[in-house]
């Protein structure tokens, strides 16, 4: 319906866009960085006064958000009561070496598992580490260790296929350092 055209060309400069769109319709937001490394400056979608999204201050190569009258997603809409369950946890056969970077991935499915992936992927867009279609059981905690060679540049990608978010926790901790966790946003890629 509407897109940036383009414009977007100067560096630390406010674009603004106001946008008449019919109110029964149901409409998909998105927002993208090439790079995927996020983006550092304020933005935000607002419609009718009410922020859908703004920056989440994470690294991201696309975030969506759908408003309009759309129809209730599938998903559920607060965090489960219940205690997650511990699910199943890969470790490395032997610990990180001083040349490699101790990546931990955590992933608490919510009542959807079936949409929930993720991936690392090497600068030559190679899949190093996957969740290999593991999560498969509702409220359950995922973990995975994996141990890189620290001279490497990597891509965390976690995807929910419906679009509506991951209504549960989960964390990319790299060497110690939560580089990512749950934004509390509708996306459909992270």
Same mark, same amino acid.
């Given at each position: /319906? ?6 977007? /060309?100067?560096? *630390? ?28 400056? $304020? ?25 309009? #009258?759309?129809? $209730? ?10 205690? $997650?369950?511990?699910? $199943? ?8 070496t001083a ?7 955590? /992933? ?6 079936? @949409? ?9 867009? @190679? ?6 279609? #593991? ?8 973990? @995975?260790n994996v141990?890189?060679d620290s001279?490497?540049?990597?891509? *965390? ?20 350092? /939560? ?12």
């Amino acid at each position: /319906v509407k897109s940036d055209d383009g414009k977007i /060309v100067d560096i *630390f400069t406010q674009y603004t866009e106001n946008v008449c769109l019919d109110s029964s319709g149901c409409y998909t937001f998105t927002i993208n960085d090439s790079y995927g490394d996020g983006i550092t400056t $304020p933005f935000s979608l607002t419609v009718d006064g009410d922020v859908k999204l703004s920056n989440p201050g994470v690294n991201f190569a696309s975030l969506n958000v759908r408003f309009g #009258e759309c129809a $209730p997603t599938a998903s559920p809409s607060a965090v489960p009561t219940i205690a $997650p369950t511990p699910g $199943p946890t890969r470790t490395p056969s032997i610990p990180c070496t001083a040349n490699e970077l101790d990546v931990l991935v955590s /992933v608490t499915s919510d009542r959807y598992p079936a @949409e929930i992936t993720w991936m690392i992927q090497n600068d030559s867009g @190679e899949i190093v580490k996957s969740d290999d279609g #593991e999560i498969v059981d509702i409220f359950t905690q995922y973990t @995975e260790n994996v141990c890189l060679d620290s001279s490497g540049c990597y891509t *965390f990608t976690i995807n929910d296929s419906y679009g509506d978010g991951i209504t549960t926790p989960f964390s990319l901790t790299v060497d110690g350092d /939560v580089k990512l966790s749950n934004p509390g946003v509708n996306f459909a890629s992270l």
